[in-house]
């Protein structure tokens, strides 16, 4: 027994020293299950927002300081999305390789719809998310070339079903194209470039921006001259200022939107993309059919 024992820790001794799986911190929800989807069985990213979280009002905690400075890789929207994280990377010299993946991702960029600030949503287009699935198996193999195999299987599985998901979406946003919707803060471009999707005004202009009252005015003539059909609510924002835009319009108003998950009550899981996407297309598709008979 003594001799196997031995034989197991020599043995043990003689193997190369096991591969070390990169430590890898995400922002927040949707990348973090893009990235879960590459890692796989290998391991599992830290997301430094707190499930639940508006990725647009990220602050660093102090705690969260030691998980930056030991991670090898940061995956994340970049600092349009994030300035907070933007600066914490700057200001504590993190060693970790930084991929901001709006501009790093290999995706496509597009602006609000003030044509000029870059929209950082990119995330809500899924061919975004496969062009990033590669880039994040691609930087994962360089930095450990050992299981370049696994997170590549890993990113092309995760693609192929993104792929057909894609194209369930398409076919059920088939009626929507087109139509006239109101979305409540400019975070759908992607979405609705990518499914033909027709936004004639968003309720809050760029991100946080609070409607005034003459806005609120405008937005009402507009919904009115531009025939919307739906206008959307969003998860964690105030509504408020929907029923005031749409009393006595006609415009029905669908099920609350939630584009950067912050009404996830646990930290999310490898198919939380997927279920973004079937979700915001959902609210979209329910409200463009209309009442049930
Ligand atoms: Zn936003």
Redesign the pocket.
């Known amino acids: 027994m003594r001799s196997l024992i031995v034989l197991a820790l020599a043995l043990a001794a003689a193997r190369p020293a096991p591969a070390a799986v990169p430590k890898v911190v995400t922002d927040f929800a949707p990348i973090q299950s893009l990235v879960m989807q590459v890692m796989g069985d290998l391991g599992t990213p830290e997301m430094l927002s707190q499930p639940g979280s508006d990725p647009?009002s990220f602050t660093l905690k102090p705690s969260q300081a030691g998980a930056l400075a030991k991670a090898d890789v940061i995956f994340w929207d970049g600092p349009e999305l994030m300035p907070a994280l933007d600066s914490a990377i700057k200001a504590l010299g993190v060693k970790a390789l930084s991929v901001p993946l709006l501009d790093e991702g290999g995706g496509k960029t597009r602006t609000f719809s003030d044509g000029q600030t870059i929209d950082p949503?990119a995330w809500l287009d899924p061919t975004n998310a496969q062009a990033w699935l590669g880039t994040i198996a691609t930087t994962l193999s360089k930095l450990d070339p050992d299981h370049a195999t696994t997170y590549a299987a890993n990113a092309a599985q995760a693609e192929d079903a993104l792929k057909t998901l894609d194209a369930q979406l398409t076919k059920e946003l088939a009626p929507a194209r087109g139509k006239p919707i109101v979305e409540f803060?400019?975070?759908m471009g992607y979405f609705a470039a990518h499914y033909g999707l027709n936004i004639i005004a968003n309720i809050e202009l760029g991100?946080a921006a609070k409607p005034s009252a003459g806005r609120l005015a405008e937005l009402r003539q507009t919904l009115v001259g531009g025939g919307a059909v739906c206008v959307f609510p969003e998860a964690g924002r105030d509504p408020r200022y929907i029923n005031v835009v749409t009393a006595g319009t006609g415009t029905r108003i669908g099920a609350p939107q939630d584009p950067?998950g912050v009404m996830l009550t646990e930290p999310p899981t490898a198919d939380f993309y997927g279920k973004l996407l079937t979700d915001l297309a959902k609210t979209i598709s329910d409200c463009i059919a209309g009442p049930k008979p």
């Open positions: 647009h949503h803060h400019d975070a991100d950067a």
